[in-house]
């Protein structure tokens, strides 16, 4: 479970590339003078890689690849800046000494919860969610991996529907970063709504179908050849500038890097550093400073993305910023024919939202 957090937050880097929500945006393609490339899907990010997820509720998932592609369809109560820092997400803020958060013997954590959260059935996000979820964590009848920074929670107290205070077993430093936060057990928030009639969560339709709070729905998985997300159009920080995702096991590297040869796919997530020679340049293509090749690296996940613009999505997906922490990201900037170098930050601001912001 703890070798999942590099890839998420790797992938916490295409979220953003992809959700660019409404509210955080900038200009158009069109505005910043771009033009779309022929040969993409407009509105719709096609990744392809080796691994198929066994289902999509982290909970329950033994791979790595299951809290990876909760980003998009789920919430956490923290998630992480691109300086390396915690912001709220489903929170409103950070828990911390100085706001009243963390009690002076650091055994009591008080979250106040973000209100206004939809899900994806139209129902309110509320504490119960959240009380319900660590409750799941824990329940012996669920195939939980691991309940690293939830087993040291004591109980629970409902102030109200946007308040819960959690009180620990005893005080640990890491509880923060652990508890509904991008770490060694980055679990989404779940709703109590559809799951707490469960005796336990292990066979429900939902861990292929779920209900979250996240940038982009579950349109449908056809297992063996495409999971597609869908835009929400009631996420609470406006829309996906974005239409669709498609997620495609390619389960054979030559085919992976054929499909990338052949515009049939825009990204390639968790690719291997030999594939970047094999996916031919054209000068013709990078006419301009925001059509390049990227490369992600986080510790040994990498991701590569052929960024020629989306056609519907902003023009400038990813600008040149400085690096964060042990994350190494390298960029390569081809314009008629001259190469430059740059360093992408790999944190992005809430994840969710677009790194040129």
């Not at 049939?264 to 970047?276: F, I, K, M, Q, R």
Request: proline residues 7%.
């Amino acid at each position: 479970m703890f070798a999942r957090l590099p890839a998420v937050v790797m992938l916490g880097a295409f979220v953003c590339l992809s959700a660019a929500c409404t509210r955080v945006g900038t200009a158009s393609g069109d505005a910043a003078g771009g033009r779309p490339s022929a040969w993409t899907k407009p509105g719709i990010l096609r990744i392809v890689d080796l691994q198929e997820p066994d289902r999509l509720n982290p909970l329950l998932g033994n791979a790595q690849l299951d809290s990876d592609l909760a980003n998009f369809w789920g919430g956490m109560l923290l998630n992480w800046s691109d300086t390396n820092e915690f912001v709220p997400e489903l929170a409103t803020e950070v828990p911390t000494l100085e706001n009243g958060g963390i009690s002076k013997d650091n055994r009591t954590v008080t979250y106040h919860l973000r209100p206004g959260v939809l899900w994806h059935d139209g129902k309110p996000f509320t504490a119960d969610d959240v009380i319900f979820t660590w409750h799941a964590v824990l329940n012996k009848k669920n195939n939980v991996g691991s309940t690293v920074g939830y087993d040291i929670v004591a109980s629970i107290d409902k102030r109200d529907d946007h308040t819960i205070v959690v009180h620990l077993k005893y005080a640990w430093a890491p509880f923060i970063a652990s508890f509904f936060a991008p770490s060694g057990t980055p679990y989404p928030v779940l709703p109590a709504h559809l799951l707490a009639q469960y005796d336990n969560i292990n066979r429900v339709a939902y861990n292929s179908q779920p209900i979250g709070t996240g940038p982009f729905t579950v349109e449908r998985w056809q297992r063996g050849s495409k999971i597609v997300f869908r835009a929400n159009p009631h996420y609470w920080r406006g829309a996906p500038k974005l239409k669709e995702i498609w997620y495609s096991p390619i389960p054979n590297e030559n085919t992976v890097i054929t499909l990338l040869q052949a515009h049939e796919a825009d990204l390639e997530y968790n690719g291997s550093p030999t594939h970047v020679a094999s996916i031919p340049y054209d000068p013709g293509l990078y006419d301009d400073a925001d059509r390049f090749h990227a490369i992600f690296d986080v510790g040994p996940q990498r991701a590569y993305v052929r960024t020629e613009r989306f056609a519907g999505t902003p023009s400038a997906l990813v600008r040149p910023r400085r690096c964060v922490g042990s994350a190494r990201c390298h960029a390569r900037r081809r314009r008629r024919g001259t190469d430059r170098s740059a360093c992408l930050s790999l944190g992005a601001q809430r994840k969710r939202e677009a790194l040129y912001v």
